[in-house]
T-cell receptor, first 115, second 117 residues
């Protein structure tokens, strides 16, 4: 079965360090989402790409977060510098075309702990 | 703005009991889709069911059924004869388009279901 692959699975780092999370969407999917999950806020959309172009990153703290898709097989989410409040699970998801009737496929997430 | 409310934070049932998860939504769209996703302890969200707003016929798929009522903006999900493997967090979700062709999937806060053997 096709799957969305996220690395690393777990990341523990110290405050101030750079963190890079990677996502390989399902081959042929042209939309990619980054979500952050916390107990307090639930699932929040950070960024949305369509055909590798960022269409929405309004949910992302611009001063420290950045998201890119260098090619169709790789999406990255970077935090620099990281802070303890960034501790959360970060999910990547991909979808075939970006239509509201299609289901999304999620990766297993990156559990980030910033000490 | 889109909004999804899952009032039940946690539910516990004994195995083989039926359980209904509630979802209430707000949208200005006249046609739309609604989804349920499951997040088992392994963490990965998995698609369960999808429903469109222009067909209010309720359906059953195996042990899953859903009750969609546009008049009350509710999209409830029922598991019949629950099993321990159903223990997970369940999310109701509402997709929509925002400006500049962007797409947003708004999730409820989730309902944690524990099925006790």
């Amino acid at each position: 079965d096709a799957r969305v692959t996220q690395t690393p699975r777990d990341k523990v780092t110290e405050m101030g360090q750079e963190v890079t999370m990677r996502c390989q969407p399902i081959l042929g999917h042209n939309t990619v989402f980054w979500y952050r999950q916390t107990m307090m806020q639930g699932l929040e959309l950070l960024a949305y790409f369509r055909n590798r172009a960022p269409l929405d990153d309004s949910g992302m703290p611009k001063d420290r977060f950045s998201a890119e898709m260098p090619d169709a097989t790789l999406a990255t989410l970077k935090i620099q510098p990281s802070e303890p409040r960034d501790s959360a699970v970060y999910f990547c998801a991909s979808g075939p075309q970006g239509s509201t009737n299609e289901k999304l496929f999620f990766g297993s997430g990156t559990q980030l702990s910033v000490l | 703005a889109q909004k999804v409310t899952q009032a039940q934070t946690e539910i516990s049932v004994v195995e083989k009991e039926d359980v209904t998860l509630d979802c209430v939504y707000e949208t200005r769209d006249t046609t739309y889709y609604l989804f349920w996703y499951k997040q088992p302890p392994s963490g990965e969200l998995v698609f369960l069911i999808r429903r469109n707003s222009f067909d209010e016929q309720n359906e059953i798929s195996g042990r899953y059924s859903w009750n969609f009522q546009k008049s009350t903006s509710s999209f409830n999900f029922t598991i019949t004869a629950s099993q321990v493997v159903d223990s997970a967090v369940y999310f109701c979700a509402l997709p929509s388009y925002s400006g500049a062709g962007s797409y947003q999937l708004t999730f409820g806060k989730g309902t944690k279901l524990s099925v006790i053997p």
